[in-house]
């Protein structure tokens, strides 16, 4: 058993994704259960069926400052963030606020329009390799943001944002920072899509995770970000909710499908209650990692009946976000602090009729419910697998 | 204040163009050389690309006890460049991507490519982008203070192919450090360059070899190697502070810093 850490307050959460690029929009639509998704061909004329999870344009005064598709992904939840940062800048000071970015394909998109040009995309003005890397943003935006603490960028696939987490309440666990801006966007591009529809895993249609029809994944864009700030009473007071711990584990099985019986995901749901002090029973709510693929959704179902001895609710975000590669964690973290704040589950859509061979209660329509605890998951490639509980903030 | 110190236990270097960290730091290079990636078999080492084998010779040289796996920090600049640049070429001229060559391209392929080959469930993560060589260092030390027990640091960056117009150098280069927390002890402290970031490739080859030649060099002799100095791309809320003992290896002490 891992000590308990003391936990650490959550005092802003921004998103953007198909659902909207505003947080109010995005609650709004995702606990009235909208699907959102457009058919693949709104994007690229693929030379097969997909759903796909656009990002609607941002307002054009906006995407003038985002030089790239990433840009525009992450600036929509940045934008939303810059008077919380500000806040905590001016509590803890500009070199005592850290920015870690997470991302799985990083300025991919911008590189693939320069370097494989097709006349369906838009032409890049121009391109420097700088805008490639999974932190082509970090700088712009750090500095918008007057953050001027350690930057740093992390990329393990579908689990990146969990791990960034994970880095930030180190560095305020070890007195590097007092906040940290944890952030993370992936763009549609066309590796990706080509790429997840080469292991046949896109699904023809929109994804329906623990459904017994399931047959894969929608793939989407977006960014997600937290402020996380060390617990003391004036970031009590404005905290919104808590990370109460965080676990991490490796599959060790396949580089692209996971252990049968989930065993990495097991091990981190297993650290992740550990360090938050808990036991399962405590947890409320659990936020699948959900993907809609047959072989994930059974092995999340299979770890999940060996973490937990009773059928805990589940609901699925893929399914109202699609998946957003390595924002999904967070994506998914900031849909169950709203939760916490509402009380409520979004309906995981499309998942009834529900695959009772996987034994779970999945929760298929919004319901109201007593919220104090919710494990999120986030499972990647190289069998990368990280969890999270979020909480109910501590007042002072 | 300082917030603890990490010890360099063992360490493992590898460079396609050089035999050793000493050839590095004395621009004598070789032809080109593939690693042995010993780790590796059959379809895994068809279908890895050269960063991913490069991390896995170095981390297998350390002869880590597979009994006892350590949390893993691997660190890459550039990450799979070289098998995004085919990717590109795929669905360019093909309409269609290699599934292989796909569920190779993330920039965690090599760590996933090692808990498979070793085994090991413990957690592994992935650092990069332009300072991903000091912010490696620094999240390697922060796991092995925050856990208590030693972690695996592997840094390695091929080379980036030309069409990107991205660095130039035709080296590929890793090393592999285990780190563990150490108490604070006597000895010489040797300040480390804390400047902007190390994302040129010559300088990261450089750096990472004196690390080696350090960390082996004291371990091996007992030297002193307070001559010695390791310079760490990390922008400049944090100091870092070398501290070497003779005959213990190096330590990397990390301190707040109030600027």
């Given at each position: 058993?891992?000590?308990a850490h003391?936990g650490h307050?959550?005092?802003?959460?921004?998103?953007?994704?198909?659902?909207?690029?505003?947080?109010?929009?995005?609650?709004?639509?995702?606990?009235?259960?909208?699907?959102?998704?457009?058919?693949?061909?709104?994007?690229?004329?693929?030379?097969?069926?997909?759903?796909?999870?656009?990002?609607?344009?941002?307002?054009?005064?906006?995407?003038?400052?985002?030089?790239?598709?990433?840009?525009?992904?992450?600036?929509?939840?940045?934008?939303?963030?810059?008077?919380?940062?500000?806040?905590?800048?001016?509590?803890?000071?500009?070199?005592?606020?850290?920015?870690?970015?997470?991302?799985?394909?990083?300025?991919?998109?911008?590189?693939?329009?320069?370097?494989?040009?097709?006349?369906?995309?838009?032409?890049?003005?121009?391109?420097?390799?700088?805008?490639?890397?999974?932190?082509?943003?970090?700088?712009?935006?750090?500095?918008?943001?007057?953050?001027?603490?350690?930057?740093?960028?992390?990329?393990?696939?579908?689990?990146?944002?969990?791990?960034?987490?994970?880095?930030?309440?180190?560095?305020?666990?070890?007195?590097?920072?007092?906040?940290?801006?944890?952030?993370?966007?992936?763009?549609?591009?066309?590796?990706?899509?080509?790429?997840?529809?080469?292991?046949?895993?896109?699904?023809?249609?929109?994804?329906?995770?623990?459904?017994?029809?399931?047959?894969?994944?929608?793939?989407?864009?977006?960014?997600?970000?937290?402020?996380?700030?060390?617990?003391?009473?004036?970031?009590?007071?404005?905290?919104?909710a808590r990370v109460a711990g965080i676990?991490?584990?490796?599959?060790?099985?396949?580089?692209?499908?996971?252990?049968?019986?989930?065993?990495?995901?097991?091990?981190?749901?297993?650290?992740a209650l550990?360090r938050a002090g808990m036991?399962?029973?405590?947890?409320?709510?659990?936020?699948?990692?959900?993907?809609?693929?047959?072989?994930?959704?059974?092995?999340?179902?299979?770890?999940?009946?060996?973490?937990?001895?009773?059928?805990?609710?589940?609901?699925?975000?893929?399914?109202?976000?699609?998946?957003?590669?390595?924002?999904?964690?967070?994506?998914?973290?900031?849909?169950?602090?709203?939760?916490?704040?509402?009380?409520?589950?979004?309906?995981?859509?499309?998942?009834?009729?529900?695959?009772?061979?996987?034994?779970?209660?999945?929760?298929?329509?919004?319901?109201?419910?007593?919220?104090?605890h919710v494990l999120?998951?986030?499972?990647?490639?190289?069998?990368?697998?990280?969890?999270v509980v979020v909480s109910q903030?501590?007042?002072? | 204040?300082?917030?603890?110190?990490?010890?360099?236990?063992?360490?493992?270097?590898?460079?396609?163009?050089?035999?050793?960290?000493?050839?590095?730091?004395?621009?004598?290079?070789?032809?080109?050389?593939?690693?042995?990636?010993?780790?590796?078999?059959?379809?895994?080492?068809?279908?890895?690309?050269?960063?991913?084998?490069?991390?896995?010779?170095?981390?297998?040289?350390?002869?880590?006890?597979?009994?006892?796996?350590?949390?893993?920090?691997?660190?890459?600049?550039?990450?799979?460049?070289?098998?995004?640049?085919?990717?590109?070429?795929?669905?360019?001229?093909?309409?269609?991507?290699?599934?292989?060559?796909?569920?190779?391209?993330?920039?965690?392929?090599?760590?996933?490519?090692?808990?498979?080959?070793?085994?090991?469930?413990?957690?592994?993560?992935?650092?990069?982008?332009?300072?991903?060589?000091?912010?490696?260092?620094?999240?390697?030390?922060?796991?092995?203070?925050?856990?208590?027990?030693?972690?695996?640091?592997?840094?390695?960056?091929?080379?980036?192919?030309?069409?990107?117009?991205?660095?130039?150098?035709?080296?590929?280069?890793?090393?592999?450090?285990?780190?563990?927390?150490?108490?604070?002890?006597?000895?010489?402290?040797?300040?480390?360059?804390?400047?902007?970031?190390?994302?040129?490739?010559?300088?990261?080859?450089?750096?990472?070899?004196?690390?080696?030649?350090?960390?082996?060099?004291?371990?091996?002799?007992?030297?002193?190697?307070?001559?010695?100095?390791?310079?760490?791309?990390?922008?400049?809320?944090?100091?870092?502070?070398?501290?070497?003992?003779?005959?213990?290896?190096?330590?990397?002490?990390?301190?707040?810093?109030?600027?």
């Amino acid at each position: 058993m891992t000590a308990a850490h003391a936990g650490h307050a959550i005092t802003g959460v921004a998103l953007a994704n198909c659902l909207g690029v505003d947080n109010g929009t995005v609650f709004e639509r995702a606990f009235a259960g909208v699907d959102s998704f457009s058919p693949g061909s709104a994007y690229f004329d693929f030379p097969f069926e997909t759903a796909l999870g656009i990002l609607p344009s941002l307002p054009p005064a906006e995407l003038d400052a985002a030089p790239t598709r990433l840009a525009a992904v992450a600036l929509a939840s940045v934008r939303q963030l810059r008077p919380t940062v500000r806040a905590a800048v001016d509590r803890w000071g500009g070199d005592r606020v850290a920015y870690v970015f997470a991302s799985s394909t990083g300025g991919l998109e911008h590189t693939e329009r320069a370097l494989a040009p097709h006349p369906r995309l838009p032409a890049t003005a121009a391109y420097r390799y700088a805008d490639h890397s999974i932190d082509a943003t970090s700088a712009a935006i750090a500095h918008d943001l007057g953050v001027t603490g350690i930057t740093m960028a992390l990329s393990t696939a579908c689990s990146s944002s969990f791990k960034a987490l994970a880095s930030a309440m180190r560095l305020i666990d070890r007195g590097l920072a007092d906040a940290v801006v944890v952030g993370s966007a992936d763009s549609l591009c066309r590796t990706t899509v080509f790429g997840f529809h080469s292991l046949g895993l896109t699904a023809p249609t929109a994804t329906q995770p623990f459904g017994r029809d399931r047959c894969g994944i929608t793939l989407g864009e977006g960014s997600a970000y937290i402020v996380i700030e060390r617990e003391v009473d004036a970031t009590r007071r404005h905290a919104i909710a808590r990370v109460a711990g965080i676990g991490a584990a490796s599959d060790a099985f396949h580089h692209t499908s996971p252990h049968p019986e989930g065993l990495g995901g097991q091990l981190c749901m297993r650290q992740a209650l550990d360090r938050a002090g808990m036991t399962p029973n405590e947890i409320d709510l659990v936020s699948a990692h959900g993907t809609g693929t047959k072989l994930n959704d059974a092995a999340e179902a299979a770890a999940l009946a060996r973490v937990f001895e009773r059928r805990v609710p589940l609901t699925a975000t893929k399914s109202l976000t699609g998946h957003t590669l390595g924002s999904a964690g967070l994506t998914s973290l900031v849909l169950a602090v709203e939760s916490l704040r509402r009380q409520e589950i979004p309906a995981t859509l499309r998942a009834t009729p529900v695959d009772d061979a996987l034994g779970m209660a999945v929760v298929d329509k919004l319901t109201p419910a007593r919220l104090q605890h919710v494990l999120v998951n986030a499972f990647g490639f190289g069998g990368s697998n990280a969890s999270v509980v979020v909480s109910q903030p501590r007042r002072p | 204040m300082t917030i603890g110190a990490v010890h360099i236990m063992r360490a493992s270097f590898f460079s396609t163009h050089h035999a050793s960290p000493g050839d590095v730091l004395a621009d004598r290079e070789r032809p080109f050389t593939a690693p042995a990636y010993s780790l590796l078999a059959g379809r895994a080492r068809r279908f890895t690309s050269l960063v991913t084998q490069m991390h896995i010779e170095v981390c297998g040289a350390l002869q880590i006890d597979a009994a006892d796996p350590p949390t893993a920090v691997f660190a890459t600049c550039h990450g799979e460049i070289q098998t995004a640049e085919k990717l590109l070429a795929d669905f360019r001229d093909n309409a269609m991507v290699s599934s292989a060559r796909f569920a190779l391209s993330v920039h965690n392929s090599p760590s996933g490519v090692y808990s498979v080959a070793t085994g090991s469930t413990a957690p592994t993560t992935t650092v990069t982008g332009a300072n991903a060589l000091a912010a490696g260092w620094l999240e390697a030390a922060l796991t092995a203070l925050d856990t208590g027990v030693p972690v695996l640091l592997s840094i390695a960056d091929e080379p980036v192919p030309e069409i990107f117009h991205g660095p130039t150098t035709q080296v590929g280069v890793a090393a592999a450090f285990l780190l563990a927390p150490s108490p604070a002890s006597g000895g010489r402290r040797v300040e480390l360059a804390i400047t902007g970031s190390t994302d040129d490739a010559v300088d990261a080859l450089r750096v990472l070899a004196r690390a080696a030649e350090a960390a082996q060099g004291s371990g091996r002799s007992g030297a002193d190697a307070g001559a010695r100095s390791i310079e760490l791309g990390l922008r400049p809320a944090t100091v870092a502070l070398g501290h070497i003992r003779p005959g213990a290896g190096l330590e990397l002490r990390f301190a707040e810093a109030r600027a």
